[in-house]
Nanobody
């Protein structure tokens, strides 16, 4: 499923951003969705995941309580609301789709489709 992430930008520490990831096609509701991020020189890390029917969510410890993942299957879009941003949140953020619906997964290899990434820069 083609994915298009957008909404990144430059924000001061303590600020907020909402990322969106739009999917093409009518199969969006048959995927679990995830957000990952990759800082310069580092590996791509898990941020959050949401089940196909929004019945479950899972977060990395580093963002728990600050970020919220949600989805709108009618709009074939998944969101990542990011609050209380910190300079260490600076990264390229990627959305991804997982065909396996049995559990929310945190590894990059588990996801089948990826968006192109959107850059989030948090200044101190």
């Amino acid at each position: 499923v083609p994915l298009q992430a957008y909404g990144g930008g430059l924000v001061q520490a303590g600020g907020s951003l909402r990322l969106s990831c739009a999917a093409s096609g009518r199969t969006f509701s048959t995927y679990n969705m995830g957000w990952f991020r990759q800082a310069p020189g580092k590996e791509r890390d898990f941020v959050a995941a949401i089940g196909w029917n929004s019945g479950s969510t899972y977060y990395a410890d580093s963002v728990k309580g600050r970020f919220t993942i949600s989805r709108d299957n009618a709009k074939t879009t998944v969101y990542l609301q990011m609050n209380s941003l910190k300079p260490e949140d600076t990264a390229v953020y990627y959305c991804a789709a997982d065909r396996n619906l049995y559990k929310l997964r945190q590894t990059t290899g588990a996801y089948d489709y990826w968006g192109q990434g959107t850059l989030v820069t948090v200044s101190s």
